[in-house]
């Protein structure tokens, strides 16, 4: 009998994975990885500011030092590379925001953002649509949600089931859960939006938004492991290819591609720069936003070896790391989840 089903093939799956086999607890993951599109669509991007009300994003010190320990880890396990640190150029709109800044940045926001303000002086950025000036966020990044995936699928080879997981065929009591011929002390679900399937937990309250972003292939850009984030996001991959986003949609749940989308990015890229360019691929997938915009983890109401690691949103990136070492000593050590993300606080809609 192995510790866990994980299910799901995405990024909070993996990242679950890659805790567990560092804490010795056994596993098989379950699930099709063709399933979601989300991983595969997200730049994977963290950022320690939250640039709407210039504040601090959410236990941003903690979840950064974290996720670069463990995709770090990560990359040496899998013999891969797929963690980028990158600076966010943010241009200014008006003379109010540089002070806004400047004070921040020598204040609350001393760790991430640099006080200097800056000309459009880097050759790299002549391309680029800066009318003005603009500041620069340290610590930031990305992650390559894709290769994290595909290298962390290689190395787990032996512990997955490639298959669509049939709720139906999960049988369970106080001390097993038993998938077709795979038995287990627990199973944890990690079905991203489509956990609204999942007749044990499609009750928590998730805000799930559609995104689409763009490859495209720009060879005038010569920036380099660099964000600009203006209207959208535009970050460099590789030999002039790049990426573009994203949209926020609510209410069209689906990772098909939309010509409202690609008109939609057009614009954002017109915005962001004057050079020529052509379109490699779209890209659509729906990101597990909560309602309270908090991961959702814990265990189910009513049967204690169900649990869920979901609602990790446009974060995911930085969240999923720090809370499934969260989960990780909650299971081993009885360590208390955190308050703002234990499934508790959403027990009362349950039906039962």
Not at 52 to 75: G, P, V
Not at 97 to 120: C, G, H, M, T
Not at 201 to 217: M, Q, R, V, Y
Not at 223 to 243: A, E, P, S, Y
Request: proline share 3%; net charge positive.
């Amino acid at each position: 009998m192995i510790d866990f089903i994980i299910v799901g093939r995405g990024l909070a799956a993996n990242v679950l994975a890659h805790n567990f086999h560092r804490n010795n607890i056994s596993f098989n993951l379950i699930g099709n990885d063709k399933l979601s599109n989300c991983s595969n669509t997200a730049a994977g991007i963290w950022n320690p500011v939250v640039f709407k009300r210039l504040t601090k994003s959410w236990l941003a010190q903690d979840l950064i030092s974290c996720l670069n320990k463990f995709y770090t880890e990560c990359e040496l396990r899998v013999n891969s590379k797929f963690l980028t640190q990158r600076v966010i150029i943010k241009p200014f709109t008006e003379d109010q925001e540089k002070k806004l800044w400047v004070k921040k940045a020598e204040s609350e926001l001393i760790d991430f953002l640099d006080d200097r303000i800056y000309n459009l002086d880097l050759p790299e950025l002549s391309n680029c649509k800066i009318s003005n000036q603009y500041g620069v966020v340290k610590q930031s990044g990305n992650l390559d949600l894709s290769e994290f995936c595909k290298s962390s699928s290689l190395f787990f080879q032996q512990n997955i089931l490639d298959e669509f997981f049939d709720h139906k065929k999960l049988i369970f009591n106080d001390t097993s859960v038993t998938y077709n011929n795979v038995i287990a002390k627990n199973i944890i679900f990690c079905e991203g939006y489509l956990v609204k399937n999942n007749p044990y937990f499609n009750w928590i309250p998730l805000k799930p938004a559609k995104g689409e972003t763009l490859i495209i292939s720009a060879p005038n850009l010569k920036f380099k492991n660099k964000i600009v984030n203006k209207n959208g996001f535009l970050i460099d991959l590789k030999n002039g290819v790049f990426k573009l986003g994203a949209t926020y949609n609510w209410d069209h749940l689906s990772d098909e591609c939309t010509d409202h989308g690609l008109q939609e990015l057009k614009s954002k890229l017109n915005s962001l720069i004057n050079c020529d360019y052509s379109i490699i691929s779209h890209l659509a997938g729906v990101r597990p936003s909560s309602i309270d915009r908090r991961p959702i983890i814990g265990a189910h109401p009513e049967y204690k070896n169900l649990f869920v690691f979901n609602g990790l949103g446009t974060k995911g990136v930085m969240l999923a790391p720090y809370f499934s070492e969260n989960f990780v000593n909650f299971y081993l050590k009885n360590e208390p989840l955190m308050d703002d993300v234990n499934v508790k606080r959403f027990y009362s809609n349950y039906a039962g």
